[in-house]
């Protein structure tokens, strides 16, 4: 399994990201995908999930109404658009894939498969 995540770079406070996560070796619609973020110093936090099979996403409360996570299942590419952004959001940013779906407090060390993690700066 593999899991690359690509489309960080350094943003202007306010603007905007997408950032994208390119999955093989897994049937990518039976699994529950997560974004996290690791800021400097700061431990590993969840940041957005979605299962198809629950019919469900989560966002983490200081993302909710700025970042939109979604998945293409034809690609098996997971996504995150990320709109306002703010210094606060600097950060590694890393995709995972797990079969259990539960996003809320999910801790980062119990994931299956992680990919590598895409660096986003904002600057103010």
């Known amino acids: 399994v593999q899991l690359q995540a690509s489309g960080g770079g350094l943003v202007q406070a306010g603007g905007s990201l997408r950032l994208s996560c390119a999955a093989s070796?897994?049937?990518?619609?039976?699994?529950?995908m997560y974004w996290f973020r690791q800021a400097p110093g700061k431990e590993r936090d969840i940041v957005a999930a979605?299962?198809?099979?629950?019919?469900?996403?989560y966002y983490a409360d200081s993302v909710k109404g700025r970042f939109t996570i979604s998945s293409d299942n034809t690609k098996n590419t997971l996504y995150l658009y990320m709109n306002n952004l703010k210094p606060e959001d600097t950060a590694v940013y890393y995709c995972a894939a797990d079969p259990s779906y539960s996003p809320v407090g999910r801790a980062w060390n119990n994931m299956d498969y992680w990919g590598k993690g895409t660096q986003v700066t904002v600057s103010s």
């Open positions: 979605i299962s198809w099979s629950a019919g469900s996403v």
């Open positions: 070796g897994l049937t990518f619609s039976t699994y529950a």
